[in-house]
């Protein structure tokens, strides 16, 4: 999920066809250091490890991986018993442990940030069905501290940044709340534009 290891963001649009979005991106000053010099405002890639769930401790399941502050090492299994091992480098690394308040911290508090130094600023999660995209973008309750997840946290930084902001400046907040399906988009909050296009 997320944002400055290099390589990671170029093999991952290489290997989707997007090289022409990666040669873009990082020749603008969204893809380079957004302010001051900090690391926290460049590409970076992060990930989230969630705990094993109910299904899966019934079934002897047992976690497959070993990981630090930016490594992770995969164990695999083929179908002879053969084992094998791939390792990954991030940024950073939330453990199962961890909370929505540190992802929220560490991910989107620089971004917000910097949106307000005049900076784009995109995050977007990336994994499969299960791996915990949801839980961690929205949270399992908008109404709870603990629970709540990155998008209801970064709206409240928004708007606690606008109020507390110098009354002689002005703010304009839209929002569009798309989906993508089966390689449609369609936009949730006007349903009859349900096949909308890509315009770069």
């Keep these: 999920f997320f944002f400055q290891a290099e390589d990671g963001i170029r ?5 989707r066809g997007l090289g022409d979005v990666y040669k873009r991106q990082t020749q603008s000053t969204w893809g380079r250091q957004m302010s001051k010099g900090t690391s926290e405002a460049s590409i970076r890639v ?5 705990p094993l769930n109910e299904l899966e401790k019934s079934k002897g399941g047992q976690l497959c991986v070993q990981f630090s502050n930016k490594s992770i090492k995969v164990k695999t299994q083929n179908e002879d018993g053969a084992e094998g091992a791939h390792d990954f480098t991030f940024d950073h690394i939330f453990g199962p442990d961890s909370t929505q308040a540190q992802v929220f911290t560490e991910v989107a508090i ?5 949106v307000f130094r005049g900076y784009n600023g995109t995050i977007f999660a990336y994994g499969q069905t299960s791996s ?7 949270g399992p309750s908008i109404d709870s501290d603990s629970h709540k997840g990155l998008i209801p946290r970064m709206f409240d930084r928004m708007f606690e940044i606008i109020v507390n902001a110098s009354e002689s400046m002005e703010f304009t907040v839209k929002v569009s709340f798309l989906e993508i399906y089966n390689e449609k988009i369609q936009d949730l909050l006007d349903p009859k534009k349900n096949n909308l296009q890509i315009k770069d």
């Design 132 to 138: 915990g995209r949801t839980f961690t973008m929205e």
């Design 110 to 114: 620089p971004v917000i940030d910097n």
């Design 11 to 15: 093999d991952f649009c290489l290997s």
């Design 46 to 50: 992060v990930c989230r490890l969630r």
